[in-house]
């Protein structure tokens, strides 16, 4: 372990990432300077985010929104890394065992029972000119991990960095050096094909914006982007509506994707199933399968409110009209709900979700959600399909991240999960169609909310996580979504994310005992199991104030 690291930590201050935004809009003046972490922010749809009096942290993937009162005061700004201290820390600690770790050929770990622990890397871990941010501080940061005993890092590789001068031109330079330098300290890589730009969502603390060829094509074209019943745009993510249609310089958005994800399995298929060892397929904004449907830009959408549909771009709209003319109803077909209120609505609110003769609960209602929920898994099954293909035999897990929407879950319409694209309602299961598709690609279901408590939730919004997670584990124990076999109910646990704040002696001491704990196949309370022995995907990491992610696996 190295003890002479602490000045080289000490620079993990962020560089703010500019790059082009669509006409009229501001180019964001956030910071991502993270000698600190403060409470999560309301940033911007496009990432226009004002200036912070505190910089704030890397921290992706989004997070679920919660109560603000329920965060830690361990997230003192004033926090500093100290990788020195945090070294002291971890060597007086006596592990609870001192088993050797056996590797098999090809860099397979032999099977001990416990669970593998990988941690995010930060947002701008490669720069906008394409080189690994801080690179000495980031090699004293993996170096540090490793020691510790974590298994690997998760690394968001973005379509607006690696393509963004023109279609088709691939610069994978500082993905290369940062690769390789997982390699070198022997992490496993856990990559993640961010289609999305990056700000717009809680926790996103830069600003990286979609290619500059995408977003001159939705400048001509604004119906590229999703759009509310108020004509509001979200350029977060190109529509699904538009997924067939060659709208992007001759391609369509899935092609784009493919032939993305394509030149990256030929550029790094050295290091595929032995460095990289899994491969998670954004599918939406915040990289999660689901409409943007909670925006926080301007105070558009606050938690716990309802949201709002995302049906209203010309794409969409011909879509739905298609829909309604099919099943004869053509006056169903020219737009979605007008009385589904607006995103900061209650369900009791509005005409269309309210428990007593809402419209969800309508043959109307049952139609539009059943359209706007199977474009949504559409969507997936297109992009998906060709993910498996690409990295077909090449030794890696393909996974798929759903949100964990948990507010007003204890209502009969779940109207946040209904705009958000999730047809989940007290009496049908929105989530084990999910579980199925991605069970027929062997596709990994990795789900969000996972460390949350229902009694930590504001209960006057009916807000059930635990519940939600025990709904999500009964769907994909129905439907398997794993390839192989895993002796533990909890496979793979992401801890998000690495900062400064993570060396700290205190925090870096718990979290090393945490490693020893998960490693060793001895998991802490509140970070899986239910008791029963049955499978669950309880997993959580309330000690630190961060979010998780957690793979959920047969």
């Not at 119906?223 to 993510?237: F, H, P, S």
């Not at 794409?315 to 099943?327: D, G, N, W």
């Not at 109910?489 to 060396?503: D, E, H, I, K, Q």
Request: hydrophobic letters at 35%; glycine letters at 10%.
């Amino acid at each position: 372990m190295a003890l002479n690291l602490a000045h080289q930590i000490g620079t993990l201050s962020g560089a703010q990432i500019v790059g082009e935004v669509p006409t009229g809009e501001q180019p964001s003046t956030a910071s991502s300077n993270v000698s600190g972490v403060r409470k999560l922010p309301l940033v911007s749809l496009r990432c226009n985010v004002p200036a912070e009096t505190v910089s704030p942290p890397m921290l992706t993937p989004p997070l679920t929104p919660r109560s603000a009162a329920n965060r830690s005061g361990m997230t003192s700004p004033k926090l500093r890394g100290d990788l020195s201290a945090a070294c002291q820390a971890y060597g007086t600690l006596e592990p609870e065992s001192t088993e050797e770790v056996a590797w098999k050929e090809g860099g397979k770990k032999e099977e001990k029972g416990g669970v593998p622990v990988f941690v995010m890397m930060p947002l701008d871990s490669v720069t906008y000119g394409n080189t690994v941010n801080r690179k000495k501080a980031m090699n004293a940061s993996i170096q540090a991990l490793k020691s510790a005993g974590v298994e690997g890092i998760m690394i968001d590789v973005w379509w607006g960095l690696v393509e963004r001068e023109a279609p088709g031109a691939y610069n994978w330079g500082g993905y290369t050096e940062l690769l390789e330098m997982a390699k070198k300290h022997g992490l496993k890589v856990q990559a993640v094909m961010s289609f999305h730009q990056c700000g717009g969502n809680v926790g996103d603390s830069c600003t990286i914006p979609l290619p500059k060829w995408v977003i001159e094509e939705m400048e001509k074209e604004p119906d590229l982007a999703y759009t509310d019943q108020w004509g509001r745009r979200n350029y977060e993510y190109v529509s699904l509506g538009c997924d067939t249609l060659p709208v992007l310089k001759g391609r369509t958005p899935v092609q784009c994707y493919a032939d993305f994800m394509r030149a990256f399995r030929d550029n790094f298929k050295h290091l595929l199933g032995d460095t990289i060892v899994e491969i998670q397929v954004g599918m939406g904004p915040a990289g999660e399968l689901r409409y943007p449907s909670y925006p926080e830009a301007n105070g558009t959408w606050k938690f716990p409110g309802i949201g709002a549909f995302q049906c209203y771009d010309k794409y969409m709209l011909s879509s739905l009209k298609a829909a309604a003319e099919a099943v004869g109803k053509p006056e169903w077909g020219s737009t979605g709900p007008t009385d589904a209120g607006r995103y900061n609505n209650w369900p009791e609110d509005t005409p269309f979700f309210k428990k007593e003769g809402g419209g969800w609960n309508s043959p109307y209602g049952e139609f539009f959600l059943s359209w706007y929920s199977q474009m949504l898994l559409d969507h997936c099954e297109r992009i998906l399909s060709s993910a498996t293909s690409i990295f077909d035999g090449a030794g890696v897990k393909i996974s798929v991240k759903i949100a964990g929407i948990h507010w007003h879950y204890g209502t009969r319409s779940h109207a946040p999960e209904l705009t958000a694209g999730y047809y989940n309602t007290r009496y049908r299961d929105g989530y084990l169609p999910i579980a199925q598709m991605l069970a027929r690609h062997g596709a990994v279901f990795n789900f969000t909310c996972i460390e949350m408590r229902d009694h930590e939730q504001p209960q006057d919004a009916l807000c059930a996580p635990e519940k939600l997670v025990k709904q999500v584990a009964l769907a994909t124990a129905a439907a398997p979504t794993c390839r192989g076999e895993c002796t533990s109910p909890m496979c793979a646990f992401t801890y998000l994310r690495m900062n400064p704040s993570l060396f700290h002696p205190e925090n870096w001491s718990r979290f090393v005992a945490f490693l020893n704990k998960m490693n060793n196949g001895k998991v802490p309370v509140g970070v899986g199991g239910d008791g029963a022995g049955s499978r669950t995907i309880c997993a959580c990491n309330t000690a630190f104030n961060t979010r998780s992610r957690v793979a959920l696996m047969q």
